[in-house]
Structures are given as structure tokens and as C-alpha cells.
């Protein structure tokens, strides 16, 4: 492999730290899994507009291949190569009201974090036979959950394209055919091996085999952003006695994109700012303030509708699950009381 051809255009992390120099030292190197620095960047290279660029293909990628992903870390999370990961899953300490108990803003709320399972490599450099025994592992552990967690898994091989439509629609199941994912080698054997379980309110899901092999996800209508909250941790808790996750001292859990390392959490909201959004200069420094990032209501690089917007914590590395919602929670009680006062 020769050095990438960067155009002005590549303008992500992985193009800013992959200098001649860290190429050099890293193009011959392969993890365990056989997964190389050319696959890890290809994402970057095929989509010059990509904000990161890079994935990794298994846990030991973070390590062999730290004089690249180590600047992009430091950088995205402000997390330097000596900090360690910790974690806070108890929603007693998070300090969160219902900021709109009227639900004149708030449409919905979401909470979500990655998972990987600790004995597979990540979904970059999985095989065909390994995706399908991590779809087994998983679903038959979800099916085995009871009370206000207990549903059904649906694969997406077979499904009805009305009803995976509908479900993408409704904002329950990811998006086919993410070129960022395509490039990064995430979408093979699509759709073998992916699916999503639910339990029959809809307030419960996890996504199998997308851009991590898990996204647990606890989602509802209005604000009250501790209920979410306290949902997701009973089924995390549930999953990790029943399944090893890929987790480190250094980096918390694993994920393919350095982006989700840590909590591996994004606790969001779809919001309606009707006054607000006509300001995006002062919309802009209240999410700055708390660390938030403004997201279209289709997920990433999807645009707003109707000034509805989602709104969640930038930061997932370095900090707390707590503080992570307690992130999104701040922000968005200011977010309300400068709408109001517009
Ligand atoms: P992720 O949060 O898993 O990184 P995306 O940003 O792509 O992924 O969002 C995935 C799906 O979840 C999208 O359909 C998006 O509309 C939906 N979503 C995200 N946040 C919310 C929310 N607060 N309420 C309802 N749907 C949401
Ligand atoms: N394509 C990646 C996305 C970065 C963060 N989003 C994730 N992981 N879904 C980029 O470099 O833009």
C-alpha cells in the first residue's frame, strides 16, 4: 500500500494525524484478526467528508495502531493516552427533572450505548460465520429477558420492506446502506447476520450487527429523561450477566468508531425549537456549552424537519454514563428556557 492520494477535500482527523512518517511505521502491521491499517482507513479515503475517517477492526487495533488513533482520540474527546475510562451507571445521581413536563418541546427521548462482544472481533473484520454466531448469541439472550424488557427479535433478512421501512420511519431501526459503514467494511453480507429486538411498547430495542454488534437502546415519547435513563441501565445490567463485552481500563468499552469509546453513549432528544432555530449563532453556543451536538431527526447526516431537531452529548470518553446524561439534561433545560424567553 502506497501513501493515500489526500485531496483539499479530506478534511477528518485520520487525514490530519496520518502523516508520511506514522504510515510508514504502521502499513506493514496487521492485528491478530489480520485487520490492517489500510482497511481501518478506507472509510476516510472512499468519503473525503467524514469528521473521523477511521475504524477499527477488534480491540487490539487501539493499540497497534495508537500513533494514529491516539492524536484523533486525544482530540475528539480530549482524552489523552494516560487518562482512564470510568464508569457511573447509577441513575440516582443523575440530577434530571422532567425540563418540559408539558411536552411543548420535547417529542422524544433516547438513550444508547455500543456494546461488542469481548470474543469476536468488531463488525469491520468479522467474518460472515462470526456475525451469524453473534446474531444467535444475542438474540437468544434477549429472548430470554422478562418483564418490561421481554420482546421479540426480528431479522432483517426476510423482513417485509414495508415494515423495515416503517420501522426506520419511526426511528426504531437504523438506516440501510450507510456509505461510511459500506467503505469500513460493516455492511457485508447485508442483510445476513442484522436485525433488531423490541420489546411490544417500543420503549426497549437493540440493534444486532450495525456499526457495533450492539446498540442498546431505551427510547420513549416526552422529556422524562431519568425513566429512559433508568430503563437502559436494568438492560444493561441484565446483558452484562448474561454476556462478556469488549472493555478496557484505558479506552472503557470498545467500539468501531473511536468516536462511541467509553460510555459508548448518546443520550439524545428530538426537539422542537421554533424561535430558537431562527438564531443558530446563540443555538450554537448553548450546545457548545454543554458539549452537545445538533443532529437532523433521521440520525446522523440527516437534516432537521419542521425545526425539529436532535440534540445529544458530544462527549462519551473520559466521562461518566451520568454525566453524560446530565450533559444532554442541562443543556437542554437552557435550550427550553432561552426558547421560552425568545
Ligand atoms: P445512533 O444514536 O445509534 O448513533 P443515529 O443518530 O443514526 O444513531 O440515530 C439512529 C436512529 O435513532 C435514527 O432514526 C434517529 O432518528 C433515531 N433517534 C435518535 N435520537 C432520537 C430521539 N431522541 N427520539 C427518537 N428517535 C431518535
Ligand atoms: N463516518 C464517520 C462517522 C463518525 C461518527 N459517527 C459514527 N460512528 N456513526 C466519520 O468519520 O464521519
Known sequence: MTYPNFTKDHKSLMAKYLTKEVFENLKGLKTKNGFTIEQAIKSGIDNPDSGIGVYAGDEESYTLFAPLFDPIIEEYHGF????????????????????????????????????????????????????????????????????????????????????????????????????????????????????????NEKTFLVWINEEDELRVISMQKGGNIKEVFERLVSAIKELEKRMKFAYSEHLGYITSCPTNLGTAMRASVHISLPKLCKNMELFKSITNKHHLQIRGIHGEHSSSEEGIYDISNKRRLGITEVECVQDMHNGITELIKVEENL
Open 80 to 199: 489523552s493516552k494516560e487518562d482512564r475510562h470510568k464508569s457511573n451507571l447509577n441513575p440516582s445521581e443523575l440530577n434530571a427533572s422532567n425540563p418540559d413536563p408539558s411536552n411543548r418541546y420535547i417529542i422524544s427521548t433516547r438513550i444508547r450505548v455500543g456494546r461488542n462482544l469481548a470474543d469476536f472481533p468488531l463488525g469491520t473484520s468479522i467474518s460472515k460465520e462470526q456475525r451469524y454466531e453473534v446474531e444467535k448469541i444475542v438474540s437468544t439472550t434477549l429472548e430470554s429477558l422478562d418483564g418490561n424488557l421481554e420482546g421479540r427479535y426480528y431479522p432483517l433478512l426476510g423482513m417485509n420492506e414495508e415494515d423495515r421501512l416503517s420501522l426506520v420511519q419511526d426511528h426504531f431501526l437504523f438506516k440501510a446502506g450507510d456509505r461510511f459503514l459500506e467503505s469500513a467494511g460493516l455492511n457485508r453480507d447485508w442483510p445476513s447476520g442484522r436485525g433488531i429486538y423490541h420489546n
